[in-house]
């Protein structure tokens, strides 16, 4: 006998199903709070290698000397180490509370060298603040406090004198909501028990779930709508926005949806031309603003979510802090090197948005230079200084995606964008505004005040029944929530009412 329960949209699904489902659901989840919502700092290092230099067995036919600055080295061994952010935030200079240190009990170093870095740029920050001459004769390597972002990864390589082995550290990382430290992780063997058992359980809870929902699964969702829809405007959110397509996509075969970024101001002016002109074609638009539309009255706005913007910097500028009277100052021009801010010597590269139509570069006028306006542009490819009387460095760029290949690429350079897209860019850095990192968890408390609510416009209201209007629901529905989320985007439904407005 089988139980039958009705979910709207699904159609009926049977208890068996459900059971599975909620199961394997389970499994999942315990996996992805321990690997990402608990957000912890995690430092991992792997010994490698860690062996001695030489000819083994002993042989007379064959003598192996290691020599360092003319001196035989005694002992002589090699220790590869491998150091990873392999935790689920990124680790900035003051998270680290107690310097992060190796040792090698009774044995001493005798040459130090960084290799295969990830970023490349991480590598040449580490080897211009490793100072390696203060170690050699040391038994111990301390780690520069440096910005190490989630995914970063380095080696060093050591040669040293003695005959000790093994490696131990110590240090300790301020953690996040899980707590946070600095781990050895043993040589890989194979995957260990815990993967083992996750691994079978789900692969015996995805065939029966595959094989119920193949039989029960067999109509679209009831709250489907068909038809074509153009969705413009900013460019901050465009990756999200192709997220959501695709997602609502996969449960509606019948939506044709198409995202033409074009800027926040732009995407505004067009659907409100289209609408005066011809109102049908407008029906087929929605238009994403960074912040609300002005001048425009028959356009009818919904709050989707809040976002949340960044100021970054090429990670060679060695900055990962700045205040708002700073940024007033380099964007006025009284700064123009950085190391009139604790930083190396490098010129100001300022990288921004095409204005006025950008939603993101009118949030960063008035969120963080008060109203001031940026300086005019000096340099067509952001690098080299076309105008002989400026001293300043200042290119504008068409979208959110440029301006961030851009900054990644150049020594020197700062923009801003919005946080979630900053975060995919290795040679970035996200600097602190004023003490304050950027974080969604800074919005709701107001600490942070770099962000913007994300406006979703249409041509006045948009008819009963329409992909427009389902897809709007949508953007505001739990099912789109994860996405956003991921994005680091905040749903308005997760703040309060008057927050979004």
């Not at 600095?182 to 815990?194: A, F, K, L, S, T």
């Not at 029966?208 to 405007?233: E, K, M, T, W």
């Not at 923009?415 to 040679?427: D, F, N, T």
Request: hydrophobic fraction near 40%; charged fraction near 25%; charge should be negative.
């Amino acid at each position: 006998m089988s139980l039958a329960v009705d979910f709207s949209g699904l159609g009926d699904i049977s208890l068996e199903t459900v059971i599975s489902a909620v199961a394997l659901i389970g499994t999942i989840v315990v996996w992805l709070v321990d690997r990402y919502f608990l957000r912890r700092k995690r430092l991992v290092y792997r010994v490698q290698v860690d062996a001695p230099i030489g000819v083994f067995p002993s042989s007379h036919m064959v003598d192996v000397e290691v020599r360092y600055q003319g001196a035989v080295v005694p002992d002589p061994s090699i220790v590869l180490l491998r150091v990873d952010n392999a935790g689920g935030m990124d680790i900035e200079p003051h998270h680290v509370h107690e310097k992060v240190s190796f040792a090698f009990p009774d044995r001493k170093i005798v040459g130090l060298e960084v290799t295969e870095a990830k970023p490349e740029a991480l590598g040449e920050m580490l080897e211009r603040q490793l100072d390696s001459e203060k170690f050699i004769e040391t038994s111990k390597l301390i780690l520069p406090r440096t910005a190490i972002n989630r995914g970063d990864s380095f080696k060093f390589l050591l040669v040293l004198s003695g005959r000790g082995d093994g490696v131990t550290h110590s240090g300790y990382l301020a953690g996040g909501s899980a707590g946070g430290g600095v781990y050895h992780e043993p040589r890989p063997r194979g995957p260990g028990r815990r993967t083992l058992i996750f691994g079978a359980l789900s692969l015996v809870l995805v065939g029966a779930l595959v094989a119920l929902f193949a039989v029960d699964l067999l109509q679209s969702p009831d709250n489907c709508a068909s038809g074509q829809l153009r969705i413009v405007g900013s460019t901050a959110v465009e990756p999200t926005m192709k997220e959501l397509r695709s997602a609502y996509f996969a449960e509606c075969k019948s939506a044709d949806i198409v995202v033409a970024a074009n800027g926040s101001r732009s995407g505004t002016r067009l659907l409100n031309d289209t609408g005066a002109s011809d109102q049908t074609a407008a029906e087929e638009m929605i238009a994403m603003s960074d912040g609300p539309a002005e001048g425009e009255p028959d356009l009818q706005g919904q709050a989707v979510a809040v976002v949340v913007f960044a100021v970054v910097v090429n990670r060679a500028t060695e900055v990962t802090a700045l205040t708002t009277t700073q940024l007033r100052d380099i964007y006025a021009g009284r700064f123009t090197n950085w190391k009139q801010l604790g930083g190396r010597d490098l010129p100001i590269r300022m990288v921004s948005r095409v204005g006025p139509d950008s939603g993101s570069r009118r949030t960063f006028r008035e969120k963080v230079l008060a109203g001031d306006q940026e300086l005019g542009i000096s340099s067509d490819d952001c690098k080299t200084t076309d105008d002989p009387v400026a001293r300043h460095h200042r290119c504008e760029v068409g979208t959110t995606e440029e301006l961030l290949t851009r900054v990644n690429g150049i020594e020197g350079a700062i923009g801003y964008a919005e946080l979630g897209g900053s975060r995919k860019y290795p040679a970035l850095t996200v600097v602190s505004l004023d003490g304050v990192i950027a974080d969604t968890a800074k919005v709701a408390d107001r600490s942070y005040k770099f962000w913007e609510i994300e406006h979703a416009y249409t041509y006045q209201a948009p008819k009963p029944a329409s992909l427009q209007e389902a897809f709007l629901k949508y953007m505001s529905s739990a099912k789109a929530r994860p996405i956003l989320v991921r994005d680091e985007l905040i749903p308005c439904i997760d703040l309060p009412t008057a927050f979004c407005g």
